[in-house]
């Protein structure tokens, strides 16, 4: 990670750690560096969006590039888009699943997918030096959200089957999905109660949406739906709710996925890509259907290089980023939630009877604090965690920070919940006294 990229592009409050000016520099920068490219840009619904927005095109403009945009967005359709348009570059301003007072800069090249940490470090560079052309040569700006038709018919025809009478509760997080998924599947015929599809600028991810499923929970059990789907503010994940309330997250999907694809003599390699957080049961039921798990780092974009690299088509992460690389090389919460019940059509079956595999416990938690990097790096910590890792039975720790906010994220697996939960508090008080 650069000084100001994190794991997922360069994100930070706004006006605070991301301002407008550093948003100029991103674009003047990513003109400087590729010459006078033709960039397409996206947006999610945070009130801040065209704040960072017209400061990122104006220091593109500058540079001499030209600039398309097509307003609000999920952040795959600006890389489908900008795929199928021939763009150098699709950028998104948004910073996803994080609360409104939060904004952030995504940039995919133009097979899209995200730029490396090298590439992220260069504009870096550039940050110091603006270029700024003269009044004949700098670039264009226009605003064509029309272009947005192009990937709802992508969507529309992603699947092989009609969605006709399937019940479907669809929460848009009050973000970039609200004005796409509900039109999408009732354009499939799915009967579709949309929730949290009313944004305002200040109501993106707040108590709703992927990070908050159990609001999904009580629609779908209440009013006795088929399944239920919570995107974030950008639509690049998605968490699924059963047809009995249980929550199915990205490892659950990782497995539903995989195992279909491995059916249908279709999963390349009998392999899939996961992360280091990605749960120990679902690699033992992947491995009993035949199919091993390769894990990287966490972040979305490392999962995208090892399937480039290792040439596989699928991979995902436990938050509900889940690439297929047969349909589209970035996670896309809308395309996901659609091979779902693709996959509930074909088989006639409920989605609580096609993921039937035992998760460890995982006992998960977030201590914000004031310096993550010297906290993480301290003896102190080591030590504990150490000895936390020689006293666990069977199961696995992992202590790290966070690449988009000031916290130190805590997983703890194990068979045990009662052995997760108490190794977890441990760390949590050990971090909680480091900070003080």
């Known amino acids: 990670m650069g000084l100001f990229f994190g794991t997922d592009g360069l994100r930070g409050k706004v006006n605070d750690t991301l301002s407008s000016s550093i948003a100029y520099k991103v674009g003047n920068a990513l003109g400087s560096n590729y010459g006078k490219v033709n960039v397409l840009v996206g947006q999610d619904t945070r009130v801040s969006g065209d704040l960072i927005m017209l400061a990122f095109c104006t220091g593109l403009v500058d540079s001499g590039a030209n600039v398309t945009s097509v307003g609000v967005c999920p952040t795959a359709g600006v890389a489908y888009l900008a795929k199928t348009l021939n763009f150098d570059f699709g950028v998104v301003i948004s910073a996803s699943h994080n609360p409104a007072e939060f904004n952030g800069i995504k940039i995919f090249n133009k097979n899209a997918t995200k730029i490396s940490e090298e590439e992220e470090n260069d504009l870096e560079r550039k940050f110091l030096n603006q270029k700024c052309e003269s009044a004949l040569n700098v670039g264009l700006f226009s605003y064509k959200p029309s272009l947005k038709r192009k990937y709802i018919d992508f969507l529309t025809s992603s699947i092989s089957v009609r969605l006709d009478g399937l019940k479907v509760v669809l929460d848009c997080a009050n973000g970039a999905a609200s004005f796409i998924a509900p039109k999408v599947f009732r354009k499939l015929g799915a009967k579709v109660k949309a929730i949290s599809n009313l944004p305002d600028g200040k109501n993106i991810n707040d108590n709703c949406g992927a990070l908050y499923p159990e609001n999904l929970v009580k629609f779908v059990v209440k009013s006795k739906f088929d399944v239920g789907f919570a995107f974030d503010g950008d639509s690049d994940r998605v968490i699924a709710v059963n047809e009995q309330g249980r929550i199915v997250n990205g490892d659950d999907l990782l497995f539903l996925f995989g195992k279909d694809l491995k059916q249908k003599n279709k999963l390349k390699g009998n392999c899939v890509v996961g992360t280091a957080h990605t749960n120990t049961g679902v690699e033992v039921a992947l491995k009993r259907a035949g199919i091993s798990l390769i894990r990287t780092q966490i972040g979305d974009k490392f999962v995208s290089q090892a399937l480039i690299d290792k040439d596989l088509f699928l991979g995902g992460e436990q938050s509900g980023h889940i690439i297929m690389k047969t349909k589209l090389e970035t996670g896309d919460g809308i395309l996901n939630a659609l091979n779902v019940c693709e996959i509930l059509v074909r088989k006639q079956k409920s989605l609580s009877k096609l993921i039937s595999y035992k998760p460890y416990f995982q006992s998960n938690v ?33 202590v790290r920070v966070s690449g988009t906010e000031p916290f130190i994220r805590i997983m703890v697996e194990s068979k045990s919940e009662k052995e997760a939960l108490n190794i977890s508090n441990n760390i949590k008080n050990v971090i909680q006294n480091l900070n003080k």
Do not use: A, P
């Open 366 to 398: 977030n201590v914000k604090v004031d310096d993550k990097f010297k906290i993480i790096n301290s003896e102190e910590l080591s030590s504990v965690v150490l000895e936390e890792e020689k006293r666990l039975m069977n199961g696995r720790i992992m």
